[in-house]
């Protein structure tokens, strides 16, 4: 392998293919935010791919942003905002991996115990771990001023030890945590010994973003180990392994396009209607969350209702959002 880390060509391409990357997320992540906030009803399940795809949209921003100012506007890309849209990205970005970890232990929980609804402190403290957390770190880096510039590509990192101990070591305790119950999940539906709170269809479905986020990550975590040791980067390994982030959004779309049941009947029956939504669901997430927000205040709570699927007692789940 030669070392490949010091060509301001390569640092280019990279950063143009981050944007194109980060672009498709984009786009993806919107229109499962539009379509959740504009048709679903945010109960059971769908609180957790929603937040996934919030903290997947919120990420290709934070990437697409700073890859345009490092290309074309690079006098006006002041170290504030280089560091400040780093933050941006990273607490977006461990916001994503965090709720996977949350999901895949929402899953496992409910096909060990009948009937599984999180009470309202384990929402607490699972938004305090997904964006309380990231929030925390930003905070301690900027206060230890340990942020540094990239001198080729003009993006800002983190120094080591911070880089380390602060942004990588709490992902790849995630990413362990998110293996291990994944594994478990699957263990329990072979054996199928543990009685079951979700139907194994849900199951199955909701475990694919688990799989997406270990899939685009296994080789960042193992790059970055290597590199940690030897610092003589490869261009190829940083491109794939850069873009292979950047589209874990546009993997988790894809996810809930083929597997969502409704969101393809709609399709069918309004394909223009969807085609719209889709090319400009970026510019209407926001709308779609003040639709949402005031739809959920103007219509009152009912209690979620049981249901029976082939004799097995399912959770209380509004399973049509994620149908």
């Known amino acids: 392998m030669s070392c490949e880390s010091a060509n301001p060509d390569h640092a280019q391409s990279t950063l143009f293919s981050g944007l194109f990357s980060a672009s498709i997320s984009l786009f993806g992540s919107a229109f499962m935010l539009t379509t959740f906030l504009f048709r679903g009803k945010g109960k059971g399940i769908s609180k957790f791919i929603t937040f996934i795809a919030l903290g997947d949209y919120v990420a290709s921003v934070g990437v697409i942003i700073p890859n345009v100012f490092a290309l074309y506007f690079p006098d006006a ?5 280089c560091v400040g849209l780093r933050f ?5 970005m461990s916001s994503t991996v965090f709720w996977t970890t949350c999901t895949t232990w929402f899953i496992y929980r409910s096909l060990s115990v009948i009937r599984y609804r999180p009470r309202w402190l384990t929402w607490i403290g699972m938004a305090l771990l997904c964006w309380g957390l990231p929030v925390l770190v930003c905070i301690l880096l900027g206060a230890l001023n ?13 120094r080591e030890p911070y880089h380390l101990i602060l942004w990588f070591s709490p992902i790849i305790a995630s990413y362990l945590a998110t293996l291990l119950f994944y594994i478990l999940i699957h263990k329990v539906m072979w054996q199928k010994k543990a009685p079951l709170s979700l139907s194994m269809q849900v199951t199955y479905r909701v475990s694919l973003y688990a799989l997406i986020f270990l899939l685009c990550w296994a080789l960042d975590i193992g790059a970055y180990l290597y590199y940690y040791f030897n610092p003589c980067h490869v261009f190829a390994l940083d ?10 959004g546009a993997f988790d779309a894809i996810v809930f396009g083929a597997t969502n049941k409704q969101l393809k009947k709609d399709a ?14 970026p510019i209407l997430v926001f709308p779609a969350f003040v639709f949402f ?7 009152p709570k009912q209690d979620l209702p049981l249901q029976e699927t082939l ?11 994620h149908q």
Do not use: H
């Open 77 to 81: 890309f002041t170290y504030s905002w």
């Open 88 to 92: 941006l990205w990273q607490l977006a």
């Open 146 to 158: 340990a942020m540094d510039v990239a001198p080729l590509s003009g993006l800002c990192f983190p």
């Open 239 to 248: 491109v794939i392994l850069y873009n292979l982030i950047n589209l874990q």
């Open 268 to 281: 069918m029956e309004s394909p223009l209607f969807t085609i719209i939504q889709f090319l400009f669901s």
């Open 293 to 299: 927000c005031k739809r959920t205040l103007l219509v």
């Open 311 to 321: 004799g097995e007692k399912v959770i209380l789940l509004s399973e049509e959002d």
